[in-house]
């Protein structure tokens, strides 16, 4: 008799890290960014996507919050903001 | 063929015949000939396996662990420290439903360090899930672990084994021993066909998170298994048998004038051989008395010894292993066989004896035959020395 044993890797994918936020989430707010990725490079989910600058958005489905993004913008153009403030707390 | 041979080299000379792919240890004594004559094989070209040599028992049961999980069959062994400091990755081989040979040089565990023998080390690890299999003798160490293979191998089964053999006693113990041919174990252990694998090319996770939604279960089917072993391991004995006609019957115990004895030691191991000894003097005497050999102590086969000491009067259980502060360890499993039951002994007298190396000479067998009485005792230590005791230290 078996249990449990292994898992397919896409099952990481299928598990939405989003859930794990119990407060604070980033906002991009996309004024002043100057477009250095340094939010992509730190994001350890591997969740912010962006190209040109002022176009940088995380996937809410997988941020954690854990504010790093928020923490390294040196333009201040990621804030962390209360969920509920949101209003659209997943 | 029959050869003399060392039980170390027995064992390697067995392992050699399985063809395992990965060997890893890290020597310790009384394991060490075994793993010193298998690298000796690797170098000179006798076994196409690699040889990897680590810093620690971690390492070298995280190597093997790794390689069974590869798809490869592989091999290590160890002794005492050793196998404690494997105890997280023994669980997790068990966990993980990797199947896998280990010898255990049964030797007795610090402090005070003790290189010699008892069972305090694989008694200690009777619940990480692995099938614990008890030899006697070394034609019975090399048979066991070809047994070991393909029990621990079979899609019904896939759960490590642990071929446990006294040290000294039996690792540097010279017998007559029947190396079997390749031919015909080829025949009885077919190449190793793992469920699943790694496989850079089809990409899968052993060993993950189970968080309280699926832990239980994978408990729950090791358990499973391990009583369906208890029918399983009687199969491949008799498979065992018509390939090269040794006969170990359930491979589970092994009755030796039980039926119709008086009075009976259940014990595990090379110390089996002694009692036998006593067994025919005594029974040329008239004496009615007899063993109880426990081969199989995981699983352990309650049915089987309730069925060969039911109408057994005095029982006594010998042990080589102490849980402190507690019953000794086979005799915890003797009582629990027999709790309401209808029939049972009158007695079960629970005995240790032999630790770190302390001989169990004929004597000692014998005092315990002459300590079991209708007055049950229990953790009754033999051979004690009173006059290296003292209720105080200092002063």
Same mark, same amino acid.
């Given at each position: 008799?078996?249990?449990?044993?292994?898992?397919?890797?896409?099952?990481?994918?299928?598990?939405?890290?989003?859930?794990?936020?119990? /407060?604070?989430?980033?906002?991009?707010?996309?004024?002043? $960014?100057? =477009? *250095?990725?340094? &939010?992509?490079?730190? @994001? #350890?989910? +591997?969740?912010?996507?962006?190209?040109? /600058?002022?176009?940088?958005?995380?996937?809410?489905?997988? $941020?954690? =919050? *854990?504010?790093? &993004?928020?923490?390294? @913008? #040196?333009? +201040?153009?990621?804030?962390?903001?209360?969920?509920?403030?949101?209003?659209?707390?997943? | 063929?029959?050869?003399?041979?060392?039980?170390?080299?027995?064992?390697?000379?067995?392992?050699?015949?399985?063809?395992?792919?990965?060997?890893?240890?890290?020597?310790?004594?009384?394991?060490?000939?075994?793993?010193?004559?298998?690298?000796?094989?690797?170098?000179?070209?006798?076994?196409?396996?690699?040889?990897?040599?680590?810093?620690?028992?971690?390492?070298?049961?995280?190597?093997?662990?790794?390689?069974?999980?590869?798809?490869?069959?592989?091999?290590?062994?160890?002794?005492?420290?050793?196998?404690?400091?494997?105890?997280?990755?023994?669980?997790?081989?068990?966990?993980?439903?990797?199947?896998?040979?280990?010898?255990?040089?049964?030797?007795?565990?610090?402090?005070?360090?003790?290189?010699?023998?008892?069972?305090?080390?694989?008694?200690?690890?009777?619940?990480?899930?692995?099938?614990?299999?008890?030899?006697?003798?070394?034609?019975?160490?090399?048979?066991?672990?070809?047994?070991?293979?393909?029990?621990?191998?079979?899609?019904?089964?896939?759960?490590?084994?642990?071929?446990?053999?006294?040290?000294?006693?039996?690792?540097?113990?010279?017998?007559?021993?029947?190396?079997?041919?390749?031919?015909?174990?080829?025949?009885?252990?077919?190449?190793?066909?793992?469920?699943?694998?790694?496989?850079?090319?089809?990409?899968?996770?052993?060993?993950?998170?189970?968080?309280?939604?699926?832990?239980?279960?994978?408990?729950?089917?090791?358990?499973?298994?391990?009583?369906?072993?208890?029918?399983?391991?009687?199969?491949?004995?008799?498979?065992?048998?018509?390939?090269?006609?040794?006969?170990?019957?359930?491979?589970?115990?092994?009755?030796?004038?039980?039926?119709?004895?008086?009075?009976?030691?259940?014990?595990?191991?090379?110390?089996?051989?002694?009692?036998?000894?006593?067994?025919?003097?005594?029974?040329?005497?008239?004496?009615?008395?007899?063993?109880?050999?426990?081969?199989?102590?995981?699983?352990?086969?309650?049915?089987?010894?309730?069925?060969?000491?039911?109408?057994?009067?005095?029982?006594?259980?010998?042990?080589?292993?102490?849980?402190?502060?507690?019953?000794?360890?086979?005799?915890?499993?003797?009582?629990?066989?027999?709790?309401?039951?209808?029939?049972?002994?009158?007695?079960?007298?629970?005995?240790?004896?032999?630790?770190?190396?302390?001989?169990?000479?004929?004597?000692?067998?014998?005092?315990?035959?002459?300590?079991?009485?209708?007055?049950?005792?229990?953790?009754?230590?033999?051979?004690?020395?009173?006059?290296?005791?003292?209720?105080?230290?200092?002063?």
């Amino acid at each position: 008799m078996f249990g449990p044993l292994i898992v397919k890797p896409i099952k990481s994918k299928g598990d939405k890290t989003g859930a794990w936020r119990i /407060k604070l989430r980033p906002k991009f707010l996309q004024k002043n $960014c100057s =477009g *250095c990725r340094m &939010c992509i490079s730190i @994001c #350890p989910e +591997g969740c912010v996507q962006g190209k040109d /600058k002022n176009t940088f958005i995380c996937d809410y489905n997988y $941020c954690k =919050g *854990c504010g790093l &993004c928020a923490l390294v @913008c #040196p333009k +201040g153009d990621i804030i962390m903001t209360e969920e509920e403030a949101e209003g659209e707390k997943k | 063929m029959k050869e003399f041979l060392e039980g170390s080299r027995a064992v390697a000379e067995a392992i050699r015949l399985c063809k395992p792919g990965v060997i890893s240890a890290y020597p310790i004594t009384p394991q060490t000939h075994i793993v010193e004559e298998l690298a000796q094989m690797v170098a000179d070209g006798e076994l196409n396996a690699q040889f990897v040599n680590v810093e620690s028992e971690h390492s070298a049961a995280s190597v093997v662990l790794g390689a069974v999980a590869t798809g490869v069959r592989a091999f290590t062994a160890t002794s005492s420290q050793g196998l404690l400091y494997m105890a997280e990755v023994i669980f997790n081989i068990a966990g993980m439903r990797l199947p896998l040979v280990l010898t255990c040089a049964n030797r007795a565990i610090s402090a005070p360090i003790n290189i010699w023998n008892d069972q305090q080390d694989s008694v200690s690890l009777r619940d990480a899930g692995w099938i614990q299999l008890y030899a006697e003798n070394n034609q019975e160490v090399v048979d066991l672990h070809l047994i070991g293979y393909r029990l621990s191998e079979d899609k019904s089964i896939m759960l490590p084994v642990m071929v446990c053999m006294d040290g000294f006693i039996l690792t540097h113990g010279m017998e007559p021993v029947d190396i079997p041919e390749q031919e015909k174990l080829d025949k009885f252990l077919p190449a190793y066909r793992p469920l699943y694998k790694l496989d850079p090319a089809e990409p899968l996770t052993m060993g993950l998170l189970a968080d309280p939604d699926y832990y239980l279960e994978t408990r729950f089917a090791i358990q499973e298994t391990l009583k369906e072993a208890l029918s399983f391991i009687p199969k491949i004995s008799k498979e065992f048998y018509g390939v090269f006609g040794r006969d170990y019957k359930d491979c589970l115990i092994e009755e030796y004038f039980a039926k119709d004895a008086e009075k009976v030691i259940v014990a595990m191991g090379s110390v089996c051989g002694t009692i036998k000894e006593v067994v025919d003097e005594l029974r040329k005497k008239g004496k009615k008395v007899g063993l109880l050999k426990i081969i199989s102590y995981r699983p352990f086969p309650y049915a089987k010894v309730y069925e060969a000491l039911k109408n057994v009067p005095l029982v006594a259980v010998l042990d080589k292993a102490v849980s402190l502060g507690a019953y000794a360890p086979l005799a915890i499993e003797i009582k629990a066989t027999f709790f309401g039951k209808k029939k049972s002994p009158k007695v079960v007298s629970s005995f240790v004896a032999g630790l770190g190396g302390r001989d169990i000479t004929l004597d000692s067998i014998k005092e315990i035959f002459r300590k079991l009485s209708q007055k049950e005792v229990n953790q009754e230590f033999i051979d004690l020395k009173p006059e290296l005791l003292r209720e105080e230290y200092g002063g």
